[in-house]
């Protein structure tokens, strides 16, 4: 398989300790850190796979581009999207949904690698949510100056199941509120591996990211990804 672009290799240029605590995962055991009632951060959980997730995140966004979607008020979204599962998070004047096929290709989305749900399951082990099996996985893909405004996961038939959020690359600032916009959302540092899993009584809290600031990261080059694994159907 042919490594993406922003994938480095061990001794090439902008090598850290990445690779060091991918060898040495015992480094990372989850360490979790409560948010709320049904929230949980789980911190480095993706590192040990990281490598293997960009690379298989690579030939998911091969087939199905990353596009700034428009919302149903006619605004275009600063964080390029897509997916991979059984379906896909869309947006366009029609509203929020859930579809089998991506409208741009025209062809059902990408299958969701083992990678993929192996990383997932483990994330919502360590928080307490055993069995989880997602159908869907929508791809954020954040360049600096990009955010994510605060909003509930609503467009799901179960919301009996989890929301599982891996963050790659970038650092970023999560942003977690209460169940009324209002709310004053605490502001939760994100970086590389580290993964956030809300449910239960913090399913339909509303959630963020504050503007990407400007990086380099030895993985992902300029961006951040995020992961939001859900059970859609």
Known sequence: ????????????????????????????????????????????????????????????????????????????????????????????????????????????????????????????????????VPDACLISRYEPGARLTLHQDRDEEDFGQPIVSISLGLPAVFLFGGLKRSDRATRVPLGHGDAVVWGGPARLRYHGVSTLAEGLHPLAGRFRFNLSFRRAA
């Open 1 to 132: 398989m042919m490594r993406p672009e922003w994938i480095r290799g061990p001794g090439e240029p902008g090598q850290s300790d990445l690779f060091a605590l991918a060898d040495a995962p015992e480094q990372h055991e989850a360490q979790r850190v409560a948010l709320a009632p049904g929230a949980m951060l789980v911190r480095g959980v993706a590192v040990p796979q990281a490598i293997e997730v960009l690379a298989q995140l690579q030939r998911v966004l091969e087939a199905a581009p990353p596009r700034r979607m428009i919302t149903p008020g006619g605004f275009r979204m600063s964080v390029a999207m897509s997916n991979c599962g059984a379906v896909g998070w869309v947006s366009d004047a029609g509203g929020y949904r859930y579809d089998p096929i991506d409208p741009d290709t025209g062809r059902p989305w990408p299958a969701m690698p083992a990678s993929f749900v192996e990383l997932a399951q483990r994330a919502a082990d360590r928080a307490g949510y055993c069995g989880f």
